[in-house]
């Protein structure tokens, strides 16, 4: 609904970011090769809406950890502030393996992932596309790098910056039945004691209108003759 030239979200129903969703996929087919895994999704928004929490949960994640912005936290989440709470939540759940995006839907900063693998001081890798069990406390992970694979053993824990492609394989069903006995453990982002960081701004240049003269050329000699002559 448009409300005075503003789009008004208060009544849409929010669904998971796509390269999550991939994300997810990629968990649940590690839990099939090593069945002890668990897997937990970490959400962060003001509003809980069920519907989409609960969609996280009938994909096959043992829980969701949703933390919760009150209204009257005035604080703006940006991904520094993000890597801070998904740093506490890691550190409070004892997480071996932690998966994000390269990108995200909305500012594509991909600095989440090594941010929060230095400030763990953990290992971390770039441009994952694949995981593949290789013992208890190691994986084999290949990368996407300047148009090749490269395959890595890495130690836990450490953190994944998936670059993951979706397939039509990566269809998940629902198991909403499933999801009923399963754990949405909620926390509230004003008990984290978090302070965003004042010495990072974040500014627009506007680039100013000028006149630019520019000249045409028939045929790509005319070009080669300005350029060489």
Same mark, same amino acid.
């Given at each position: 609904?448009?409300?005075n030239g503003i789009l008004n979200y208060k009544d849409v129903n929010r ?18 090769? %090593? ?25 096959? %994640? ?7 912005? $009150?209204?009257?936290?005035?604080? /703006?989440?940006?991904? #520094?502030?993000? +890597? ?5 939540? %890691? ?8 998966? $994000?995006?390269? /990108? =995200? ?7 989440v992932g090594p941010a929060l693998a230095i400030l763990l001081g953990w290992?971390?890798?770039?441009? $994952?596309?694949? #995981? ?37 394989? /990566? ?7 499933? /999801?009923?006995?399963?754990?949405? =453990?909620?926390? +509230? ?5 978090? $302070?965003? +960081? =004042? ?14 003269? +520019? ?7 005319? #070009?080669?003759?300005? #350029?060489?002559?």
């Amino acid at each position: 609904m448009v409300d005075n030239g503003i789009l008004n979200y208060k009544d849409v129903n929010r669904v998971i970011d796509p390269v999550d969703e991939v994300n997810v996929d990629v968990i649940l087919k590690f839990k099939k090769i %090593v069945p002890s895994a668990e897997g937990s999704a970490i959400c962060l928004s003001r509003d809980s809406d069920k519907s989409y929490l609960k969609y996280v949960l009938a994909m096959g %994640v043992n829980e969701v950890i949703f933390i919760r912005i $009150v209204n009257g936290d005035k604080i /703006s989440i940006d991904g #520094l502030l993000t +890597t801070k709470i998904l740093r506490w939540v %890691v550190l409070a759940g004892k997480f071996d393996l932690i998966l $994000v995006g390269k /990108s =995200s839907s909305d500012s594509n900063s991909g600095f989440v992932g090594p941010a929060l693998a230095i400030l763990l001081g953990w290992r971390q890798l770039n441009y $994952v596309r694949s #995981l593949l069990y290789n013992g208890t406390d190691k994986l084999k992970v290949k990368c996407w790098n300047e148009n090749r694979i490269i395959t890595f053993i890495i130690k836990l824990p450490c953190v994944l910056t998936c670059d993951l492609k979706r397939t039509k394989e /990566s269809a998940m069903p629902l198991e909403p039945i499933k /999801s009923r006995n399963k754990v949405i =453990s909620i926390k +509230t982002l004003c008990t984290f004691k978090l $302070v965003p +960081t =004042s010495n990072i701004t974040v500014t627009n240049y506007i680039i100013p209108k000028k006149i630019r003269i +520019t000249k045409h050329f028939a045929a790509v000699g005319g #070009l080669m003759t300005v #350029l060489f002559s």
